[in-house]
């Protein structure tokens, strides 16, 4: 009987290892993609059936020793992925800048949920925490006129709730006017992409709303990697610090997320101070990191962290800002194959026949 329960722990220990390193390949299946999400949960899952085969007193020494050499090339590559977010690793952000009133700058961002119904703790937070900028994301009729609460706290206000992506409603509130905005659906996807200039008293910054789907249930990576690629992108080419938010449903591990920090010369604040996880604050193991706030130079960050929740299955993040070009901050060198790699996910975009999904 142990021999046969040391047999299923050595299947699902060669199982998990082929899934760890499946990510390798360079494709948008949503079913290779999805896999990005969990590799604390895979790392530790390895150990623990390495550890029971062993217990069980293996599976004979030939295949325990090629089994334990595959699981320690899966650890080895979750440990590489992994690495930069915890806190032994370089921070891209030292975070040592220092500013008074008229150079802050204060970003939250919350998906809500758009089941979810505790509204007065949301507003409650808000007022709390006073962003400067908010975005709250899976926004629909019901949270629209619940968030009006808010239109006497903020001077600027704009949304957008797509009639058929019914998940992926946006609303962006701005103690700051905009020189400009506009509600995106890139490639012709139904989630929409904000992008506006932030008339900051410092200084103006080009500002990204980000929330696009996820690889799910035949529903491929390529609109998602599109629409973060591109964002990076044209962060990178302007004349003006970006700032990039919202719920980007993919990790910051994920090899689209660090080709955009390369690309968009973009800092991610979690590098060198843990994953941080924003979700699922519903579930004791799907957890890791979906909300994010990037930036470039010109911004520095005072603080980052991740709020308390809210009824919505992701917590709410916040980054406490500067705007100053007064710090030494560290992002990652662009590789030589990133910029053909992104426009070839860009082109595979623009080729869809239809790019909206439907629901």
């Not at 325990?64 to 320690?72: D, N, P, S």
């Not at 899976?138 to 006497?152: C, K, M, V």
């Not at 139904?190 to 980000?210: E, M, N, S």
Request: with cysteine; charged share 20%.
């Amino acid at each position: 009987m142990r021999h046969a329960f040391a047999i299923i722990a050595g299947v699902g220990l060669l199982l998990l290892a082929i899934a760890s390193l499946l990510p390798l390949l360079e494709t948008d299946a949503w079913w290779v993609r999805y896999l990005d999400f969990p590799r604390m949960q895979f790392a530790a899952g390895l150990v623990v059936l390495w550890v029971l085969m062993v217990a069980l007193g293996g599976i004979g020494r030939g295949a325990a020793r090629w089994l334990t050499v595959l699981a320690l090339i899966a650890l080895g590559y979750h440990g590489w992925k992994l690495w930069p977010y915890q806190p032994l690793a370089a921070k891209m952000d030292p975070r040592t800048a220092t500013c008074g009133p008229e150079a802050r700058l204060s970003v939250m961002v919350a998906n809500v949920q758009r089941k979810n119904r505790q509204a007065d703790e949301v507003i409650a937070l808000v007022r709390e925490q006073n962003p400067d900028l908010f975005f709250v994301l899976e926004t629909n009729g019901w949270w629209d006129e619940a968030l009006s609460a808010l239109d006497a706290d903020y001077d600027h206000h704009l949304q957008d709730i797509p009639s058929d992506a019914t998940y992926y409603g946006m609303h962006v509130f701005s103690r700051h006017p905009f020189a400009d905005t506009e509600m995106r659906f890139p490639f012709g996807a139904d989630t929409p992409l904000f992008v506006g200039t932030l008339d900051h008293p410092a200084r103006q910054i080009r500002v990204f709303g980000i929330h696009p789907r996820p690889p799910h249930y035949f529903q491929p990576s390529t609109l998602r990697d599109a629409t973060v690629l591109e964002a990076a992108i044209e962060a990178r080419d302007g004349d003006l610090p970006a700032l990039l938010a919202g719920d980007f449903n993919a990790t910051p591990w994920e090899r689209t997320s660090r080709r955009a920090l390369r690309l968009g010369g973009l800092i991610d604040p979690r590098a060198g101070r843990g994953p941080l996880i924003s979700f699922d604050a519903n579930s004791w193991w799907m957890k890791w990191p979906l909300d994010q706030i990037l930036w470039q130079q010109g911004l520095a960050m005072t603080g980052f962290e991740v709020l308390d929740g809210l009824g919505s299955d992701h917590y709410p993040v916040l980054a406490e800002l500067c705007v100053t070009d007064g710090v030494d901050l560290r992002p990652l060198a662009p590789r030589d194959s990133d910029e053909a790699e992104a426009r070839a996910t860009l082109e595979k975009a623009r080729a869809i026949p239809d790019a909206a999904f439907d629901g």
